[in-house]
Nanobody, 115 residues
Framework: QVQVVESGGGLVQAGGSLRLSCAAS????????MDWFRQAPGKERDFVAR???????NYSDSVAGRFTISRDGPKDMVYLQMDSLKPEDKGVYYC?????????WGQGTQVTVSS
């Protein structure tokens, strides 16, 4: 079983930055992709960014150029650097990790962006 814990959320003014962290632990053999999703109030959970175990990253159109995903493979951690934040970036940010074909989710961390 793999446990996933996010941290780093908070309140920030529009135009500011936050860095989210996600740590995977437990009986890990090999993690494949690591993802970030977010869910705004009353909306579905949406994809934000992904990084593969080959360090290939891709982003949703809404965050491309502002957010940067990175990972520390030996530590089983993934990060999301969020710059130029906008009020519409507000939501609960969830980390998910893939081990083979099993996806594990964290509990989420709240990000609030004030205008």
């Amino acid at each position: 079983q793999v446990q996933v814990v996010e941290s780093g959320g908070g309140l920030v003014q529009a135009g500011g930055s936050l860095r989210l962290s996600c740590a995977a632990s437990g009986r890990i053999f090999m993690l494949n992709a690591m993802d970030w999703f977010r869910q705004a109030p009353g909306k579905e959970r949406d994809f934000v960014a992904r990084i593969t175990n080959g360090d290939i990253a891709n982003y949703s159109d809404s965050v491309a150029g502002r957010f940067t995903i990175s990972r520390d493979g030996p530590k089983d951690m993934v990060y999301l650097q969020m710059d130029s934040l906008k009020p519409e970036d507000k939501g609960v940010y969830y980390c998910s990790v893939w081990e083979y074909e099993i996806q594990y989710w964290g509990q989420g961390t709240q990000v609030t962006v004030s205008s």
